[in-house]
C-alpha cells in the first residue's frame, strides 16, 4: 500500500498539473475578432457553419468550395452576421494551380492570413473497397495534396502573423473503420504530415500552431445521407462541431477531439488494445446490411 501510494501520489500530482497547465487560456469569440482566415469546403456542413461562427466573432473571412451559388449566400450570410468582411474563390480542390490560388487571394485581398482552415473533402463512397486505384488517387489529391499545396503557399503569411493551421480530419484518420477505405486513407495522411511538421515547427522555433480535429459522425447532410443508415450512433450537431474547431484553433491546441466522449476516450485503447476497439468499432455498424457497392 505504501508503495503505491509513493507512485500513485507523485503520478496524479502530474496529470492535475498537467490538466492546469492545458486548460491555462479560455477561449474568447474577441480573439477572432479582425483576423484573416480562410475556410476550405464552407459551401456547406461543417465549414459553412465555421464560416457564421466566424462572422459573429468579426473575423474577415475568405470562403471556398466548388459551388458558387452556394458561396454567395454564404457570403451574403457572414456579411449579415457582422463579419470584418465576407468573399469567395470558387473552384475545386482538384487542381493544385486553383489551391494556391485561393491563398494567393487572401493575400492580394485581405493583406495577409492569421488562420488556415483546411477542412474540404472530395466526394468517396460508403461501402466494401471497390479496388479503384485511380479514385484513391483523386481522393488523395482533393482531400490531402491540395491540403500540403495551400499550407506551402500560405506558411511566409502564418509566419509573418504568428498564425495557425486547422485541418479537419476524423477518427477514420485515426483508426481503421469499414466502408471508408479511399477516406481513412487520405485522413491518415494527413495526420502524419501535419503531426510531423508540427515537430519540425517545433524545433526551429515556427511560431504556426497547427490543431489537428478528430471528429466523430456529425449531422452534415452528406454524412447523414451517406451512413446513417449503417451506423449505429447519433450524429452529432454540425454548429457545436464547428465551434470546437475554431476554439481549438484560436486557443492553438495540438488537437481537438469532438465528440470527447467518442474520440478520445476510444483512442485510449487503440495501443493497448488494438483488437479490442476494432471489434467495438464493427459494434457500431450494420454489418449484416452492408451499404450497396
Ligand atoms: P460536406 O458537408 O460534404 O462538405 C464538403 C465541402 O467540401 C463542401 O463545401 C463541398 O463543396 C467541398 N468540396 C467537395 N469537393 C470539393 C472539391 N473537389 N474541391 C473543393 N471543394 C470541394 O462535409 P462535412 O460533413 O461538413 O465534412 C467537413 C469535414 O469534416 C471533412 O474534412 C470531413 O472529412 C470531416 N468529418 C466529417 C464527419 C461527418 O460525419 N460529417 C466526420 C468526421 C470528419 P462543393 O461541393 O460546392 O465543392
Not at 482566415?37 to 464552407?42: D, L, P, R, S, Y
Not at 456542413?45 to 454564404?74: D, F, N, P
Not at 471497390?130 to 500560405?154: C, P, R, W
Request: hydrophobic letters at 45%.
Amino acid at each position: 500500500m505504501g508503495r503505491l501510494q509513493r507512485i500513485l501520489i507523485p503520478f496524479l500530482g502530474l496529470v492535475l498539473a498537467f490538466c492546469f497547465y492545458s486548460a491555462r487560456e479560455n477561449f474568447q469569440p474577441e480573439m477572432l475578432k479582425g483576423k484573416r482566415v480562410i475556410v476550405t469546403g464552407a459551401s456547406t456542413g461543417i465549414g459553412e457553419q465555421m464560416a457564421y461562427h466566424l462572422a459573429r466573432m468579426g473575423a474577415h473571412v475568405l470562403v471556398t468550395a466548388r459551388t458558387e451559388a452556394k458561396l454567395q449566400k454564404v457570403v451574403e450570410r457572414c456579411r449579415e452576421l457582422g463579419a470584418g468582411s465576407a468573399r469567395l474563390v470558387s473552384g475545386s480542390m482538384e487542381d493544385m494551380a486553383f489551391a494556391k490560388r485561393v491563398v494567393k487571394a487572401a493575400e492580394a485581398e485581405l493583406g495577409g492570413l492569421d488562420m488556415l482552415i483546411l477542412n474540404h473533402v472530395g466526394k468517396s463512397y460508403f461501402s466494401y473497397f471497390d479496388g479503384d486505384v485511380e479514385h484513391v488517387q483523386k481522393l488523395l489529391d482533393i482531400n490531402f495534396l491540395s491540403y500540403v499545396t495551400m499550407t506551402v503557399s500560405a506558411l511566409p503569411m502564418l509566419k509573418q502573423s504568428g498564425g495557425s493551421i486547422v485541418v479537419v480530419s476524423s477518427m477514420a484518420g485515426k483508426v481503421g473503420f469499414p466502408f471508408t477505405v479511399p477516406y481513412s486513407a487520405t485522413k491518415f495522411a494527413l495526420d502524419g504530415f501535419f503531426s510531423s511538421l508540427r515537430q519540425e515547427f517545433s524545433i526551429q522555433n515556427v511560431n504556426v500552431s497547427i490543431t489537428l480535429c478528430i471528429l466523430s459522425f456529425i449531422d452534415t447532410e452528406s454524412a447523414v445521407r451517406a451512413a446513417a443508415d449503417v451506423v449505429l450512433m447519433s450524429p452529432a450537431p454540425k454548429e457545436e462541431c464547428a465551434l470546437e474547431i475554431i476554439k481549438g484553433g484560436a486557443l492553438r491546441q495540438r488537437e481537438v477531439y469532438y465528440k470527447y466522449a467518442l474520440t478520445k476516450i476510444p483512442l485510449l485503447l487503440r495501443d493497448w488494445a488494438a483488437e479490442l476497439l476494432d471489434y467495438l468499432v464493427r459494434q457500431h455498424y450494420q454489418v449484416e446490411r452492408p451499404p450497396a457497392a
